[in-house]
């Protein structure tokens, strides 16, 4: 009898959709390399310019600035590299920890910063 009602539900309800990181396309010039969609990733994942161009700074251990739309490193690296981190920093700064939405936003009280989810009300720390 359960089994049978579970089967009747549309597989919608069943099939949970994970939020997908965005790609990063960057080239290389000279030293440096260029995110050229740096602009697209922020509106996807919602976060500040400053904010994710730190976290490449720091997790890269060199410097990264932002010029217009593109995220400037002062380094090679590959699409691949910068995609994991950027899969780290989605992780720990945009999904909710409860229900995996993307929806959130992040506030700062007294230097500590938490995740707070617009779709379910889960807050988590931020530790990055
Ligand atoms: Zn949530």
């Given amino acids: 009898m359960l089994d049978r009602a579970r089967a009747a539900l549309p597989e919608k309800t069943l099939t949970f959709e994970r939020f997908e ?75 909710c920890k409860e229900c995996k939405r993307p929806d959130t936003k992040i506030t700062e009280r007294e230097g500590i910063k938490t995740l707070v989810c617009e779709a379910c009300g889960a807050r988590a720390p931020v530790k990055i």
Avoid at 24 to 45: A, H, M, P, W, Y
Avoid at 51 to 65: G, N, Q
Wanted: glycine share 4%; no cysteine; aromatic share 10%.
């Fill in 21 to 95: 990181t965005p790609a990063i396309e960057s080239f290389l010039q000279g030293n440096k390399t260029i995110v050229r969609n740096f602009d697209v990733i922020l509106q996807k994942i919602r976060r500040p310019p400053e904010m994710l161009a730190r976290y490449f700074s720091k997790e890269l251990a060199i410097p990264a600035s932002v010029e217009g739309s593109k995220l400037v490193l002062n380094g090679k690296f590959y699409d691949r590299n910068l995609k994991e981190k950027l899969q780290a920093f989605v992780d720990a700064a945009v999904v």
